[in-house]
């Protein structure tokens, strides 16, 4: 995290009623809440995730065993579990 001058960034009103709270020490400023992503939304990782679960309700939809599905997407049987039940779930409620 980079630091900055206070002085260099706000308007001096603004640097003014801040040192009336805090002076002479650092504060972290964080994001405004609009600006935050969610986990793996950057990377894409959350995309991938998703697109992975489908895949795996699809098959499972399809006629494949929760075994198979262990073997083929490398996961335990209460992950496997928890996707089926899951993508069931948000295709009941998309019906």
Same mark, same amino acid.
């Given at each position: 995290?980079?630091?900055?001058?206070?002085?260099?960034?706000?308007?001096?009103?603004?640097?003014?009623? @801040?040192?009336? $709270?805090?002076?002479? &020490?650092?504060? $972290? @400023?964080?994001? %405004?809440?609009?600006? $935050? %992503?969610?986990?793996?939304?950057?990377?894409?990782? &959350? %995309?991938?995730?998703?697109?992975?679960?489908?895949?795996?309700?699809? +098959? $499972?939809?399809?006629? %494949?065993?929760?075994?198979?599905?262990?073997?083929?997407? +490398?996961? =335990?049987?209460? =992950? @496997?579990?928890?996707? @089926?039940?899951?993508?069931?779930?948000?295709?009941?409620?998309?019906?």
């Amino acid at each position: 995290m980079a630091t900055s001058r206070a002085e260099m960034l706000l308007p001096p009103e603004l640097l003014n009623e @801040i040192q009336k $709270y805090v002076q002479g &020490r650092e504060i $972290y @400023i964080p994001k %405004a809440t609009e600006n $935050y %992503a969610r986990w793996g939304e950057r990377s894409g990782i &959350r %995309a991938d995730l998703a697109e992975r679960n489908r895949d795996i309700v699809r +098959h $499972y939809i399809n006629g %494949a065993g929760v075994e198979e599905l262990m073997a083929q997407f +490398h996961l =335990s049987y209460d =992950s @496997i579990r928890k996707i @089926i039940r899951n993508g069931n779930r948000r295709l009941s409620q998309a019906n």
